[in-house]
Structure formats: structure tokens, C-alpha cells
């Protein structure tokens, strides 16, 4: 097998029932595992609620390490769309043009860095730069403050040894509240700022509300990013023919970012809180009870794609879940995508080729199902690419 290879652990269990069964901190979690079946639990928030008690519907919960809103993750319609609406704009200027450019210089300066050394952990020393450097520019905040993020390490809740770590939390906590004190002092451009002057039902948003949005912001967009972008560098390093078709047929890269989502799949799961009595693939579920959508499940199903165990770097039909389905799409959706766009076409621009030294594989561990979601590190060397 190769090392960039991420099995499916859910084949299995998805086409004999379509639920798959996990304990979290002695809160079960029914697993829905069919793409079908997924996408429709997940259009259905009034029997699959998310605004259950701050942390619940994360898998691992953040229930003991969280009391804050993610907002607008952890509501339901009509108020999720509300506070969505207040946000949205904000969370599609990675799509302009000036956006591009800056993150674009931003990247080609990091693999520049890289294509220096002898070795580099790409965890560390690359996918984490890349994504505080990228988030400076998210939050229009100064770039000199991607070194404090790249000081915590890439994980927000979870330290070396402890799965969820309340002491690491705080750290993110009192950190968002010194700036949105900092913000109220003196209103900015940035993030903090535009929510501050925000309004809901007629009233400035909260401190609090404020704080939901940026703990979502910080930690929504860390593991996932940090996770596909080490697998994409794996996958390149075995596929060194992909970054050949990168240069040749760029206009196949916004494909390949989307297929490399769909396998990869950063974000294994995420729950609801069953809201009443009821069915999901024919196996009851009680009320007070916790479902999780399985996103790397579903973009697995053979039933909607084909060849599912396989990169096809240009998919034509892609209905991936990778960044979630329904109400609740990813509000970061466009920032990875940019960022994912940008790092295939500075590779295949400027590196010929990357060798894998050594690695240790990241396994989540679900129950009944051990999936490798990334890698814990990864020594490699990136060849420049003689023009």
C-alpha cells in the first residue's frame, strides 16, 4: 500500500446497514454512513438539531472544554441563516482577486523557503506556516501574527497526550478575548471589528457572540486545513505525474481540489442531537441521542462514485461532503479552496519532485473503525524544478 493511501474503514458496514456505532465520553454516537443518508440527516434540522448545548454535536464533544456558541455552526434555521448572513460576505473575499494575489505571494514564499533545506517536517515547518500565514489574511490582521498561532502547535484543543485538553483551549479563549477587547478599543478592518459593528435583531452582536464566530474561525479551519494539505504533498510525492498534468493542464487543478477533498476527506464526522423519537436506515434512534454525518463515509459510497478508493484528479461529477452538505456548508469552504488552489499550482510551478523520508500516520480511533485521517509527521524534501 502506498503511504498516501487512505483506506476506507466504513466499505464494510456502510453496505450491510448504513450505521456504524462509536462511544464519545460515554455519550453514544450512531454513525450515518451512506451518502444518501447522510445528506438528507443533514438537510433535516428539525429532528437532527445542531443547536444542542455548546459542543456537543462536535465528535470528539467539547462539552467539558467548552461553554461559547460556535456561531453560526451550532444553530438551526431560521437563526443560523440570520448570523450566517452576517458573515458570509466576509468569508467570500477569498475569492477576489487582491485576496488571491496576497496569498499567492504568501505561498510561493513558503515553498521557496522550503525548497532551501535539506529536510523539512511538513507538519510543523510547512502545513502549519502555511495555514497561520493564510489565516492572517482571512482575518485582515497583521502577517506578524501567524508566529503566536504557529506557537500553539497544530492542534487547538488536543495536546501531545490528552485527547481534549481544557488547559489548550484557554489559551485560544483568553487569546480571542484580549482581542475583541483590543477591538472594542480601537476598531479596525479586521474580523473582530466588522462583527463588533454587526448587528442581530436590531442589537450589536455580544462579546460572546463575537467570540463564537472567531473560536469557530480558529479552530473549524486548523486540522482540516493542516490535514489536507499534508495528504495532497503525500499523494504528490508518489504522483509525481499529477504535478506534470498540473503544469501542463492547470485549468484541471480546481478539479483536482475538489477530488482531493472528496478522498482525503479532512473532517472525518459531525454530529446532531436526535430533537424526537425516530429512523435512520431503518435502526431506531431516541430522542436526546447523538447521530454523527460521516463525510469520509459518504465520499466513499461506490453508489454515487465511481472508482471511490481512487484519486481521479479530474472528476468530472464530484457531489462530494467534504466540506459538509445543506444549511451547514462549510464557511470556510472558499478560504481551503483558495489556498488548496494556490499550493498545486506553486508545486507544480516550482518543485519537480518530493521524497518522503519517514512518517507516522495519524489514526482517529472510532469505535469500531480505525481511520487514518492524516499524518502525526512527515520528513521530506522538496526538489526544485529546473526551468
Given at each position: 500500500?502506498?503511504?498516501?493511501?487512505?483506506?476506507?474503514?466504513?466499505?464494510?458496514?456502510?453496505?450491510?446497514?448504513?450505521?456504524?456505532?462509536?462511544?464519545?465520553?460515554?455519550d453514544?454516537?450512531?454513525m450515518?454512513?451512506?451518502?444518501?443518508?447522510?445528506?438528507?440527516t443533514?438537510?433535516?434540522?428539525?429532528?437532527?438539531?445542531?443547536a444542542?448545548v455548546?459542543?456537543?454535536i462536535?465528535?470528539p464533544?467539547?462539552v467539558?472544554?467548552?461553554k461559547?456558541r460556535?456561531?453560526?455552526?451550532?444553530?438551526?434555521?431560521?437563526?443560523?441563516?440570520?448570523?450566517?448572513?452576517?458573515?458570509?460576505p466576509?468569508?467570500?473575499?477569498?475569492?477576489?482577486?487582491?485576496?488571491?494575489?496576497?496569498?499567492?505571494?504568501?505561498?510561493?514564499?513558503?515553498?521557496?523557503e522550503?525548497?532551501e533545506?535539506?529536510?523539512v517536517?511538513?507538519?510543523?515547518?510547512?502545513?502549519?506556516?502555511?495555514?497561520?500565514?493564510?489565516?492572517?489574511?482571512?482575518?485582515?490582521?497583521?502577517?506578524?501574527?501567524?508566529s503566536?498561532?504557529?506557537?500553539?502547535?497544530?492542534?487547538?484543543?488536543?495536546?501531545e497526550?490528552?485527547?481534549?485538553?481544557?488547559?489548550k483551549?484557554?489559551?485560544?479563549?483568553d487569546?480571542?478575548d484580549?482581542?475583541?477587547?483590543?477591538?472594542?478599543?480601537?476598531?479596525?478592518?479586521?474580523?473582530?471589528?466588522?462583527?463588533?459593528?454587526?448587528?442581530?435583531?436590531?442589537?450589536?452582536?455580544?462579546?460572546?457572540e463575537?467570540?463564537?464566530?472567531?473560536?469557530?474561525?480558529?479552530a473549524?479551519?486548523?486540522?482540516?486545513?493542516?490535514?489536507?494539505?499534508?495528504?495532497?504533498?503525500?499523494?504528490?510525492?508518489?504522483?509525481?505525474?499529477?504535478?506534470?498534468?498540473?503544469?501542463?493542464?492547470?485549468?484541471?487543478?480546481?478539479?483536482?481540489?475538489?477530488?482531493?477533498?472528496?478522498?482525503?476527506?479532512p473532517?472525518t464526522?459531525?454530529?446532531?442531537v436526535?430533537?424526537?423519537?425516530?429512523?435512520?436506515?431503518?435502526?431506531?434512534?431516541?430522542?436526546?441521542?447523538?447521530?454523527?454525518?460521516?463525510?469520509?463515509?459518504?465520499?466513499r459510497?461506490?453508489?454515487?462514485?465511481?472508482?471511490?478508493?481512487?484519486?481521479?484528479?479530474d472528476?468530472?461529477?464530484?457531489?462530494?461532503?467534504?466540506?459538509?452538505?445543506s444549511?451547514?456548508?462549510?464557511?470556510?469552504?472558499?478560504?481551503?479552496?483558495?489556498i488548496?488552489?494556490?499550493l498545486?499550482?506553486?508545486?507544480?510551478?516550482n518543485v519537480?519532485?518530493?521524497?518522503?523520508?519517514?512518517?507516522k500516520?495519524?489514526?482517529?480511533?472510532?469505535?469500531?473503525?480505525?481511520?487514518?485521517?492524516?499524518?502525526?509527521?512527515?520528513?521530506?524534501?522538496f526538489n526544485?524544478?529546473?526551468k
Amino acid at each position: 500500500m502506498q503511504k498516501s493511501e487512505l483506506p476506507d474503514p466504513f466499505e464494510e458496514i456502510r453496505l450491510k446497514s448504513g450505521v456504524g456505532e462509536m462511544n464519545d465520553q460515554d455519550d453514544p454516537v450512531k454513525m450515518v454512513l451512506r451518502h444518501k443518508d447522510v445528506r438528507k440527516t443533514a438537510h433535516n434540522y428539525k429532528t437532527f438539531t445542531s443547536a444542542a448545548v455548546p459542543g456537543r454535536i462536535v465528535v470528539p464533544s467539547e462539552v467539558n472544554i467548552r461553554k461559547t456558541r460556535q456561531i453560526p455552526f451550532e444553530l438551526d434555521p431560521p437563526i443560523h441563516g440570520v448570523y450566517r448572513a452576517i458573515v458570509e460576505p466576509w468569508f467570500k473575499r477569498p475569492l477576489q482577486a487582491d485576496y488571491a494575489e496576497k496569498l499567492t505571494a504568501q505561498i510561493n514564499a513558503l515553498v521557496e523557503e522550503t525548497l532551501e533545506k535539506d529536510k523539512v517536517e511538513v507538519i510543523e515547518e510547512f502545513a502549519l506556516i502555511l495555514q497561520s500565514r493564510a489565516l492572517t489574511l482571512l482575518l485582515n490582521i497583521p502577517y506578524e501574527e501567524a508566529s503566536t498561532w504557529i506557537s500553539w502547535g497544530t492542534h487547538v484543543f488536543r495536546s501531545e497526550d490528552t485527547a481534549l485538553d481544557g488547559d489548550k483551549a484557554n489559551i485560544l479563549y483568553d487569546y480571542i478575548d484580549k482581542q475583541i477587547e483590543k477591538a472594542i478599543k480601537n476598531p479596525g478592518e479586521d474580523l473582530y471589528s466588522m462583527l463588533l459593528a454587526s448587528e442581530f435583531d436590531g442589537k450589536k452582536l455580544t462579546g460572546e457572540e463575537v467570540k463564537g464566530v472567531m473560536v469557530l474561525t480558529f479552530a473549524g479551519g486548523r486540522d482540516t486545513i493542516i490535514n489536507v494539505v499534508t495528504n495532497a504533498i503525500t499523494y504528490l510525492s508518489e504522483h509525481q505525474e499529477s504535478l506534470e498534468r498540473f503544469r501542463k493542464e492547470p485549468e484541471i487543478i480546481g478539479k483536482a481540489v475538489e477530488e482531493m477533498i472528496r478522498y482525503f476527506s479532512p473532517l472525518t464526522q459531525m454530529g446532531r442531537v436526535v430533537t424526537e423519537d425516530t429512523f435512520v436506515c431503518e435502526h431506531a434512534v431516541k430522542a436526546d441521542t447523538r447521530v454523527s454525518l460521516c463525510w469520509a463515509s459518504a465520499n466513499r459510497d461506490a453508489a454515487v462514485f465511481e472508482n471511490p478508493n481512487e484519486i481521479v484528479i479530474d472528476r468530472k461529477i464530484n457531489p462530494h461532503v467534504g466540506f459538509g452538505f445543506s444549511h451547514h456548508n462549510c464557511l470556510g469552504a472558499s478560504h481551503a479552496r483558495q489556498i488548496m488552489k494556490v499550493l498545486l499550482s506553486a508545486l507544480a510551478e516550482n518543485v519537480a519532485s518530493i521524497e518522503v523520508f519517514d512518517f507516522k500516520e495519524n489514526i482517529e480511533d472510532l469505535g469500531e473503525f480505525k481511520r487514518k485521517v492524516g499524518y502525526d509527521y512527515i520528513n521530506a524534501k522538496f526538489n526544485r524544478l529546473t526551468k
